[in-house]
């Protein structure tokens, strides 16, 4: 029987290459983004330099009938043996007296909401198979606090316990939860945070080795290929020169 993943937020960073290091070992994929073309180029890429199929799903995931009739369609679902749950975002960084409702509601419809969304869609089916393994992508936003970060570290903190709600709750169901807390990672993460200001994106980054998108894939690829009785529970993973959110040796 193939193994099936799926990954949300494959259209960029983090998401994509995860797809390609799980395309990689064997999986087929369901990937989901908001930008279709750019599911199709990866589709495309990937089937001609791996032997697996890949399913697109266009949606968003802050809109919870799009999540439902969507994952709907994924052909073999009841074969679905790992759920990275990626998508997600910051939108503005400012103080709480100054924070924009919309950047505040984008952020918590996708990082809580959209998690939820697809999570309760998609545990019916691990749960009635005994089996299946979730992987949460949190950040080091869900540890610590860092000024103006308000609202996106509330996300984050809250991917932080609804990973370890999970763990509780499908224990008895012989499910695997990982959450994966990156800091700096090098992807479109800081241009959406800023609203396409690229230079302000690259100025997060500037005088250190920011992490990249592989070093992340490679943590989820380490976690679900553990033996069965093995779960990697949390993993903190820091670019060398950042000791905190905000503690980060710049040359
Ligand atoms: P990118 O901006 O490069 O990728 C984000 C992905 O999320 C895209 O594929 C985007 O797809 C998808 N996405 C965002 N909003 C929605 C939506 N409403 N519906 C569907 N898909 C959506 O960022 P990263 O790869 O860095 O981020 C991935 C995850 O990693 C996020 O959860 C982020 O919080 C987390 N993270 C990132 C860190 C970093 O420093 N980069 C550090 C710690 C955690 P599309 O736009 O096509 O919809
Ligand atoms: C992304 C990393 O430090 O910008 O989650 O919050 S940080």
């Given at each position: 029987?193939?193994?099936?993943?799926?990954?949300?937020?494959?259209?960029?960073?983090?998401?994509?290459?995860?797809?390609?290091?799980?395309?990689?070992?064997?999986?087929?994929?369901?990937?989901?983004?908001?930008?279709?073309?750019?599911?199709?180029?990866?589709?495309?890429?990937?089937?001609?330099?791996?032997?697996?199929?890949v399913q697109l799903l266009c949606?968003?995931?802050?809109?919870?009938?799009?999540?439902?009739?969507?994952?709907?369609?994924?052909?073999?679902?009841?074969?679905?043996?790992?759920?990275?749950?990626?998508?997600?975002?910051?939108?503005?960084?400012?103080?709480?007296?100054?924070?924009?409702?919309?950047?505040?509601?984008?952020?918590?419809?996708?990082?809580?909401?959209?998690?939820?969304?697809?999570?309760?869609?998609?545990?019916?089916?691990?749960?009635?198979?005994?089996?299946?393994?979730?992987?949460?992508?949190?950040?080091?936003?869900?540890?610590?606090?860092?000024?103006?970060?308000?609202?996106?570290?509330?996300t984050k903190h809250a991917v932080?316990?609804?990973?370890?709600?999970?763990?509780?709750?499908?224990?008895?169901?012989?499910?695997?939860?990982?959450?994966?807390?990156?800091?700096?990672?090098?992807?479109?993460?800081?241009?959406?945070?800023?609203?396409?200001?690229?230079?302000?994106?690259?100025?997060?980054?500037?005088?250190?080795?920011?992490?990249?998108?592989?070093?992340?894939a490679d943590a989820v690829i380490?976690?679900?290929?553990?033996?069965?009785?093995?779960?990697?529970?949390?993993?903190?993973?820091?670019?060398?020169?950042?000791?905190?959110?905000?503690?980060?040796?710049?040359?």
């Amino acid at each position: 029987m193939s193994k099936l993943a799926i990954v949300t937020g494959a259209t960029a960073g983090i998401g994509e290459s995860t797809a390609r290091k799980l395309a990689g070992i064997g999986f087929d994929l369901v990937l989901t983004g908001r930008r279709q073309e750019r599911l199709e180029r990866l589709k495309q890429q990937i089937e001609n330099d791996y032997n697996i199929k890949v399913q697109l799903l266009c949606f968003d995931i802050r809109d919870k009938k799009e999540v439902e009739t969507a994952i709907e369609k994924i052909e073999k679902i009841e074969e679905l043996e790992i759920l990275i749950n990626n998508a997600g975002l910051a939108s503005g960084l400012s103080p709480i007296h100054e924070g924009d409702n919309d950047d505040w509601e984008k952020m918590i419809d996708t990082n809580i909401k959209g998690l939820l969304y697809i999570s309760r869609k998609i545990m019916p089916y691990m749960v009635k198979n005994k089996k299946g393994h979730i992987v949460n992508i949190g950040s080091v936003a869900g540890r610590e606090v860092y000024p103006n970060g308000n609202v996106y570290c509330a996300t984050k903190h809250a991917v932080d316990a609804l990973s370890k709600a999970m763990r509780i709750d499908l224990l008895p169901h012989g499910i695997r939860v990982t959450q994966i807390a990156p800091g700096a990672v090098e992807t479109e993460f800081s241009i959406v945070r800023f609203h396409g200001d690229e230079g302000k994106a690259k100025a997060v980054y500037n005088g250190f080795d920011p992490l990249l998108a592989e070093d992340i894939a490679d943590a989820v690829i380490y976690a679900v290929t553990r033996p069965a009785h093995v779960n990697i529970n949390d993993m903190l993973i820091m670019p060398t020169a950042q000791a905190t959110a905000t503690n980060i040796d710049r040359k």
